[in-house]
C-alpha cells in the first residue's frame, strides 16, 4: 500500500516538473527571451532527487521481493528522467543533435542496467499492442526529415531495449507466482545480486530453469491476476517516469501519457522482450511524428499543439483499451505463428492507415543560404512624387538586386543541381533556401562565397485544415476611439481618405469579401500571393491579417485611409514563419508578379505598392538573426517604399525592440498606446542598443477592426498599432503627392505632426521600469501619429 502511494506521487512529481519546465521555456519565448541553460538542469535535479530516495529505499530497505524490483525500476526510470532532462540543454532547433544523444544514452543505460537472466514472450502481439498505440500518430501527427526519422526511430527502440532492461525477467517473476519461478537463460548466471545492477534480485541458481516462451503459463490464476494490475500499475509509474526522459520539451509530455497505460498490456504479456517492442513502437509516435518546436502556445486554435494532444488522448485511451483486452482475454501465449501472423497484418494496415489517412512522406526544415556578397545600393535613383519616375526607381532596384543574385548564386546553384539538392533562389536578401539537414549545412557553411546558414523552419502539415476564426462582433458598432486619436476623420472632412496610394499587407492574409475591404482591393493577377496554399483569391482563415489591413484602409469607420487600395500576401498563415516565407512576400511587394510567376523573370515593379504594414516580427526561433532581413528593408526603402513595422509585444523589458526588422534603421517602427494616451505595458522597448526605437507610438488597445466573415473584434498589440501609421502615410502622401518616396521628409512630417503621449505613472514617467528605458524616446519614440488637418 505505501508502494503505490509512492508511486502515484512520482507521477504527480514528474508531470508537475516537466509541465513546469516546458511553461517556462513557453513564458521565455513569449518574452522573447533565450531561456536559461541551467533551467532543465534544475528541473532533471529536483526530479531526480525527489523520485529517487523513496525509489532507492524501497529498492534497499524492504525483503519481499516485488517491493525491492518496484524500487529498482522506479530508481531506474527515474535516472532516464534525469538523463533525458539534461539533454535538454541542446537547443530546441537542433533536433537531429538532441535524438543522437538521446538514443546514444539510452542505449548505454540499456546496456549497463541488463541482467540475466531475459525472458521471451510473444513479441508479435507486443508489436500488435505498440502499433494499437501508435495509430493516432500515424493519422494525426507526421515525420520531419529523414535523419531527424531515422535518429527518432533509433531513439523509440533504445527506449525500448531500456524498458526490457529496467522490467526484466526477474521484475516480471518478482509479480507472478509464488515464490521464485523465473525463467533463465540456457546458461544460467551465477551470483548474489544487488537492487540496480547486474547483481539484483536471488541467486539465480534456485530458479527453475524452465522455457522462457513458457513465461505466461507459469502460476495460478491468482498469481496472473496480481501479475497484471500490480504488476502492470508498478510498470505504468517506471513507464510515466521513462517517459519524462523522452523527448525535447513538449514531446516528453506526450509521452508520460502515451506510456504508462502500456503498463498492463505489458504485465500480461510478461516479459522482458515483450515490454521492449511495446515501448519501443509506442514511443516511436511523440518521438517522430511531432516537432518539439511546434508544441507552443504561439501556435493556437487547431494547430498541432491541438492535434497533438488529441493523439496523446487517443493514445491514453488505446493503451486502456489494451489493457483490458490483454488483461482479460489474454491467459496464454499464443503460438509464435499466430503472434508474428497478427504483428505483420497489423503493420499492414498502419502503413495503409498512414499513406491513406494520413500526412506521409517527410516534411524536414530547410536551410536558408545568407550569401557573402549582398548587392550595394549606391548608385540608384532618389526620384520621388508619382509617375514614370517613381516607377523607374522601383524598377532600378529590381533589376540590380536581380542581377547581382544571378551573378553571386550561380556557381553554388550549379552544385546544388549537381547533388540534385531542391533549392529555390532570393533576391531581396541574397541568399538561397535549400532543402537540407544538418550535413547539407555543414558543407554550405564552409564555401568561400557562403556568410552564414539559417534555419529555415516547415511547419508540418495538419490532419484537416484551420478553422477560419471570426470576431463576436456583426457591425461595426461606433466606438472607432482609435481613428479619431489619429485625427483621421478631421482628414477625411477635408476630403483626403488615401486615393491614389496603393498599402500592401504581408501578414495571414485577408479576407477579401469582408465589407469592410472588399471595395478597395486593387485586383488584377498580381494584387495577391499566398506561397503558404496557393490560394488565388485573398483569404485568411487566422484573421490578423484582416484585422490589421482593415485598419489601415478598411470602409465602415474602422481604417484610417479608405480610400487607399490594398494587396496582399501570406507570409504567417499559422502564426509561425520563417526568413523564406518573409522573403516571399516582401519581394512579391517590391515587384508583384502574377500567379505562378517566376519573382526573377515576372516581377513588375511598377505595381509595387507604396506602403507596407508589417504587423509580425521574426525571432530566433523561427530562424532569424538580428541582421538576416535588414538587406530587404535597405532595398524596400531604397525603392521609395516606407516600411511600417510593429515594435513587439515583449515589454516593458528595456531592449525588446529585438525581432527583425523592427531593430532596423530603414523600418518605421511602432509602439502601442492605449486609449488614456499612455503606452502599453505590453509594447516593446528600446534601448541605448536600438538608437530611434521606436520612431513613433499609435493606438494598440481594444482596437475595433474587421474579421473573416463580416464579423469585427477588439484587439491589441503593436499589430494593432502599426497599421494606423500605415493608413496616416497614405493619408499625407494622398495629400502630398510630391512626398511620396521621400522617406526622410515623411519621417519629418510625422514627427513633427505627432501628439505628445501621457505619462503612465503618477510621478509623471512612462510605463516599464526603472532601468533607463522608461522615457518618452524609448517607449513611444516622437509621440502618437496624427494625420495632418
Known sequence: MAASFVGVGLVALALFWQAAGWLADQVFLQLDVAQPWWIWVVVALVLGVLAGVPSLLLATIPRAPAVRETGRAWLCASGVAVLGGLLRVVPDP????????????????????????????????????????????????SLGGALETVLAALA?????????????????????????????????????????GAGSGFPVESFPKIRPETVIQQGSGGSRA???????????????????????????????????????????????RTTGWLVGVAALGPLAFVDPDEISLFLL??????????????????????????GLALRKTPPRAVGWSLAALAVLASISLYAVSGQPGLHGERLFVVMKEQASLAG??????????????????????????????????????????????????????????PLVRQWLSARDDVDRVLLDPVLRPLPSDIETHHGPLTSPGTDHWNIDMVGAPSAW?????????????????????????????????????????????????????????????????????????????????????????????????????PAGGDPFTDGRPERAPNILTNSWGCPEAEGCDPTSLRPAIDALAAAGIAVVVAAGNSGPRCGSISDPPAPYAAAITVAAVNESRQVTEFSSRGDAGTPGKPD??????????????????????????????????ALLWSQEPALIGDLAATRQRLAADARPAAPASPDGSSAGDSSGCSGAAYTVGAGIVSARS
Open 94 to 141: 537542433q533536433q537531429e543533435a538532441y535524438l543522437f544523444a538521446l538514443a546514444v544514452v539510452l542505449a548505454v543505460a540499456a546496456f549497463l542496467l541488463r541482467r540475466a537472466p531475459r525472458t521471451t514472450g510473444s513479441v508479435g502481439l507486443a508489436i500488435v499492442a505498440g502499433l494499437v498505440a501508435l495509430i493516432p500518430w500515424l493519422l494525426l501527427g
Open 156 to 196: 523509440a527502440a533504445s527506449a525500448g531495449w531500456l524498458a526490457s532492461s529496467i522490467l526484466d525477467g526477474r521484475f516480471w517473476t518478482a509479480f507472478g507466482a509464488a515464490g521464485p519461478a523465473e525463467p533463465v537463460d540456457p546458461a544460467g548466471a551465477a551470483g548474489p545480486a544487488g537492487p540496480v
Open 226 to 272: 496480481r501479475r497484471v494490475v500490480v504488476g502492470g500499475l508498478v510498470a505504468g509509474v517506471a513507464f510515466a517516469l521513462l517517459g519524462a526522459g523522452l523527448g525535447a520539451s513538449g514531446t516528453q509530455l506526450a509521452a508520460m501519457f502515451v506510456l504508462p497505460p502500456l503498463g498492463f498490456a505489458a504485465a500480461a504479456l510478461g516479459s522482458s
Open 301 to 326: 486554435g487547431r494547430d498541432i499543439p491541438f492535434w497533438t494532444l488529441i493523439a496523446t488522448a487517443a493514445s491514453l485511451a488505446a493503451g486502456l483499451v489494451l489493457a483490458l483486452v490483454f
Open 380 to 437: 540608384l535613383p532618389t526620384t520621388t512624387g508619382p509617375g514614370s519616375g517613381r516607377d523607374a526607381r522601383v524598377a532600378a532596384v529590381y533589376q540590380r538586386l536581380v542581377q547581382h543574385a544571378e551573378r553571386t548564386q550561380a556557381d553554388l546553384r550549379k552544385q546544388l543541381d549537381r547533388w540534385h539538392l531542391s533549392y529555390r533562389p532570393y533576391y531581396l536578401v541574397n541568399g538561397v533556401q535549400v532543402d537540407g539537414g
Open 493 to 593: 472632412a477635408a476630403g483626403v481618405t488615401g486615393s491614389g496610394i496603393v498599402v500592401g499587407s504581408s501578414d495571414s492574409g485577408v479576407d477579401g469579401t469582408h465589407p469592410a475591404l472588399a471595395q478597395n482591393f486593387r485586383g488584377g493577377p498580381d494584387s495577391w500571393y499566398d506561397p503558404w496554399n496557393g490560394t488565388t483569391q485573398p483569404t485568411d482563415h487566422n484573421g490578423h491579417g484582416t484585422h490589421t489591413l482593415a485598419t489601415a484602409v478598411g470602409h465602415e469607420g474602422v481604417g484610417v485611409a479608405p480610400g487607399a487600395q490594398w494587396v496582399g500576401c501570406v507570409n504567417l498563415a499559422r502564426n509561425m514563419g520563417s526568413p523564406s516565407y518573409y522573403l516571399d512576400c516582401l519581394q512579391f511587394m517590391l515587384a508583384p508578379f
Open 696 to 729: 513613433i507610438a499609435a493606438p494598440g488597445e481594444r482596437v475595433l477592426s474587421a474579421m473573416p466573415g463580416g464579423t469585427y473584434e477588439k484587439a491589441d498589440g503593436t499589430s494593432m498599432a502599426t497599421p494606423h501609421v500605415a493608413g496616416v502615410i
